[in-house]
């Protein structure tokens, strides 16, 4: 668990930003598409810092930085996520050759279409071997942990992520994304409880989601830009 070894934390602040402490390491990642797929290219350099505040209401002048924005929009920002364990929640597709796990937290994020098809029509097509590897690949590249490609043994196909957080911006859709934080990284609520710490998560950064902390794509549908 990299995030918790090196003593990174990502702290909620009742009714505020995000406060990022242990020196996270912070950039911007663009989705970008590649034929009928998507990869990410990079995008602006941001200034590191030891400790510093992301924007969680959307309304900040100085994305993806916290400007105090928040008091005045009298943003509230209670927490509504589920803090059950992700392999409870999850709902199971088993193909001949790869299992998939699927607990439908969804950013719009794409990475889960490829030129051979989506990540569920390749797990029930894993018997091939090209199709199998696709479906490994696609699971693990979606930022918010949604998917998990598993082995017929149960073993979870995951990169090694460095512990990091990424703003990301979708072009494609005129849309900012959210905050792709990767590496296991602790996020503790504003109540002081911890979130289950995972490898990938998104965390929205719009202001509008349903399911806060979590990106829920909400920042699609009210066309949330933060001057990228």
């Known amino acids: 668990m990299l995030g918790n070894k090196k003593g990174y934390k990502i702290k909620i602040l009742k ?24 990869v990410f290219t990079e995008g602006r350099k941001f200034a590191q810092a030891e400790t510093y505040q992301l924007c969680r209401c959307g309304k900040s002048k100085n994305h993806p930085f916290c400007d105090g ?59 091939d071997p090209d199709a199998r590897a696709k479906a490994i690949k696609s699971a693990s590249d979606c930022p918010t942990g949604r998917l998990v490609a598993l082995d017929k043994d149960g073993n979870a196909f995951e990169h090694q992520f460095e512990p ?10 005129t849309v900012s994304g959210g905050l792709y934080v990767k590496g296991y990284i602790p996020i503790e609520s504003s109540t002081g409880e911890l979130y289950e710490t995972r490898n990938r998560v998104t965390l929205c950064r719009c202001g509008k989601s349903r399911n806060t902390p979590y990106c829920d794509a909400s920042h699609v549908p009210y066309k949330f830009r933060d001057g990228m």
């Open 69 to 127: 924005a928040h008091i005045a929009a009298g943003f509230v920002g209670d927490e509504s996520a589920t803090n059950d364990d992700y392999y409870d929640r999850a709902d199971l597709l088993e193909g001949p050759e790869l299992d998939l796990l699927d607990d439908d937290r969804c950013a719009f994020a794409r990475f889960c279409h490829t030129e051979q098809g989506t990540t569920w029509r390749l797990t029930l097509k894993s018997d």
């Open 164 to 173: 990091s957080i990424d703003v990301i911006q979708d072009p494609e859709y």
């Open 15 to 38: 009714g505020g930003p995000y406060l990022v402490t242990g020196g996270v390491p912070l950039s911007e990642k663009v989705i970008t598409p590649v034929g009928k797929a998507y």
